[in-house]
């Protein structure tokens, strides 16, 4: 016997129109360059059938993932041509794949590189390190007879510290620059989102901006650009009332110095809301501040409803989500705070 699933008690509301808007505005400040978009761990978390037809829509052309197997949900809204997969291949049936699907592979080693042209090469792009030291072909290899055989579309590199005002910065600037000197391709890219703020020296012909298209800001100039698309909301599941001296939660961390009504949400740390929200956190329900309560649970946490007397098991109350604010209040990063949010989340757009 089968049976509609009930509705989600978590949901998070979906800014279309701010997501649009905040590629346009990235694309604007990459000056020349045309912006791209990072797509990869399901678009941030906000959903990659939400968002890949928003930013095309939108006038993305490039956009990119991490793992192979993320490219058939991004290549269901765009061409596979458009998509750029950030580890490259790994396997022979990595780069047999690549082709099938028309992807480009990212091409990060020697080794990479080799495999890549034994298995029939064809056009790639590459990505060279300048001081991140995570993926990225050495800068000792540039000079390789390998890299000079590559088909290479755009040659890129990351910015470690983009987000601060660091000397790095400068240094990574100058080796891509002898990189491009070194290495043969169509198009530069350098700078993700946080690099589009430090101007027109780090644009070059792509930019990649990731966490800033969903919300995040991480410099002062994206302030007031850059718009928040993602608003989580948690039903509560009860009502209930405690006398004072009771506690709250897992070790009893909070325990109530007067009688109050509070509600049970139905949120925790299995949802990618973590404990680092304990004692910090504070709910709203139509316009009403609901502190948190205790220790966040694995599926639940328990909220000061004083200020909201006419709340009612089955309401939805909104967590501030603001990302900047969010992040100096936890403690967690931006990326964090986005990509956390569990598969329990119904996702949804409102008309």
């Known amino acids: 016997m089968s049976a509609e699933a009930p509705a989600a008690t978590l949901r998070l509301r979906l800014d279309e129109d701010a997501l649009a808007s905040n590629w346009q505005a990235?694309?604007?400040?990459?000056?020349?360059?045309?912006?791209?978009?990072?797509?990869?761990?399901?678009?941030?978390?906000?959903?990659?059938?939400?968002?890949?037809?928003?930013?095309?829509?939108?006038?993305?052309?490039?956009?990119?993932?991490?793992?192979?197997?993320?490219?058939?949900?991004?290549?269901?809204h765009v061409s596979a041509a458009q998509i750029s997969v950030l580890h490259g291949p790994l396997t022979a049936a990595d780069a047999a794949y690549a082709r099938a699907i028309g992807a480009l592979p990212v091409i990060n080693s020697l080794h990479q590189a080799k495999l890549w042209l034994e298995t029939g090469g064809g056009p790639c792009d590459l990505m060279v390190d300048t001081g991140i030291n995570r993926l990225g072909l050495s800068m000792g290899d540039i000079a390789d007879p390998l890299v000079s055989q590559l088909q290479v579309e755009t040659l890129m590199s990351h910015l470690a510290s983009a987000d601060e005002h660091s000397d790095l910065n400068a240094v990574q600037l100058g080796r891509f620059g002898e990189a491009a000197a070194h290495i043969s391709a169509k198009r530069l890219s350098l700078a993700n989102s946080a690099g589009i703020a430090l101007g027109a020296d780090y644009a070059f012909d792509v930019t990649r901006p990731g966490l800033s298209l969903y919300g995040g800001v991480q410099r002062d100039e994206l302030a007031g650009v850059i718009k928040q698309v993602v608003y989580?909301?948690?039903?509560?599941?009860?009502?209930?009332?405690?006398?004072?001296?009771?506690?709250?939660?897992?070790?009893?961390?909070?325990?109530?110095?007067?009688?109050?009504?509070?509600?049970?949400?139905?949120?925790?740390?299995?949802?990618?809301?973590?404990?680092?929200?304990?004692?910090?956190?504070?709910?709203?329900?139509?316009?009403?501040?609901?502190?948190?309560?205790?220790?966040?649970?694995?599926?639940?946490?328990?909220?000061?409803?004083?200020?909201?007397?006419?709340?009612?098991?089955?309401?939805?109350?909104?967590?501030?989500?603001?990302?900047?604010?969010?992040?100096?209040?936890?403690?967690?990063?931006?990326?964090?705070?986005?990509?956390?949010?569990?598969?329990?989340?119904?996702?949804?757009?409102?008309?």
């Open 26 to 76: 990235l694309d604007r400040l990459s000056g020349s360059a045309k912006a791209g978009a990072a797509v990869k761990a399901q678009a941030y978390g906000t959903g990659t059938a939400f968002a890949i037809p928003v930013l095309r829509d939108a006038g993305c052309e490039t956009f990119y993932v991490a793992h192979w197997s993320e490219v058939a949900d991004v290549a269901d």
């Open 232 to 351: 989580p909301q948690a039903a509560i599941v009860q009502i209930r009332d405690l006398n004072a001296g009771d506690s709250v939660g897992y070790n009893a961390t909070f325990t109530a110095e007067r009688d109050m009504r509070v509600g049970v949400v139905s949120i925790g740390y299995a949802d990618g809301f973590l404990r680092s929200w304990s004692g910090k956190a504070t709910f709203e329900y139509k316009g009403q501040s609901l502190p948190l309560l205790g220790r966040v649970s694995m599926d639940m946490v328990v909220i000061d409803c004083s200020n909201a007397p006419g709340i009612e098991e089955g309401d939805w109350a909104d967590i501030p989500y603001d990302l900047p604010a969010a992040s100096a209040n936890t403690g967690l990063s931006q990326y964090e705070l986005l990509t956390v949010l569990g598969r329990r989340f119904q996702r949804i757009v409102p008309d």
